[in-house]
């Protein structure tokens, strides 16, 4: 094959997968990457707090939600995560107060920042301001959902009713059959 047709190969086999790789881009104009940049740098700039003061914790968490009202963007745990400088498995790990040198004290802020943003995520989504995918790999990583139906097995008596012992011994007596081979008979 000649280089040619190797070109015009390819690019029929990319033609045969419309709008994969422009799918999967992302979309953001020059301007929206913009605003979100700089809402993103603006946690970059904040200066450092004392991460074993609660109080400076809770008013942290506080100015990123308010941040992200007056920028107009939505809340994430990564923004919260930027915003107290700490990453996700930190948060994680305050939230369910996991004492391996964190403070347990934090577990109830983290829980109620993880609880406003999802619900402000799932109110997104009941209002179709979302893409559907997008919400359920958010809530399948951040709040716990998943996959999976809960199966129950009843196991069915094979011997059908119980009754008492007489009855099923007439029942299957018949059956029975004794090592040499011949019926029994009761």
């Known amino acids: 094959m000649e280089q040619k047709e190797i070109q015009e190969l390819g690019e029929k086999t990319v033609k045969k997968r419309p709008g994969k790789s422009k799918d999967m881009a992302v979309s953001a104009t020059p301007e929206e990457n913009k605003k979100y940049v700089s809402h993103v740098l603006e946690s970059f700039k904040l200066p450092e707090i004392d991460r074993n003061d609660p109080e400076q914790v809770a008013e942290r968490i506080e100015?990123?939600?308010?941040?992200?009202?007056?920028?107009g963007m939505k809340p994430t745990v990564a923004g919260v995560c930027n915003a107290l400088g700490i990453d996700r498995v930190t948060f994680y790990q305050w939230g369910t107060g996991d004492r391996r040198g964190k403070n347990p004290a934090?577990?109830?802020?983290?829980?109620?920042?993880?609880?406003?943003i999802w619900e402000l995520w799932e109110q997104y989504a009941a209002d179709g301001k979302v893409n559907p995918v997008t919400f359920i790999f958010l809530?399948?990583?951040h709040f716990g959902y998943a996959d999976k139906q809960e199966v129950v097995v009843t196991p069915a008596?094979?011997?059908?009713?119980?009754?008492n012992v007489d009855e099923l011994q007439k029942k299957y007596s018949a059956s029975v059959v004794d090592v040499e081979g011949e019926e029994v008979d009761d």
């Open 63 to 71: 100015w990123y939600f308010n941040h992200c009202a007056t920028d």
């Open 139 to 141: 809530m399948k990583n």
């Open 157 to 163: 008596d094979p011997l059908g009713d119980r009754g």
């Open 106 to 116: 934090y577990a109830n802020m983290v829980k109620k920042a993880k609880a406003m």
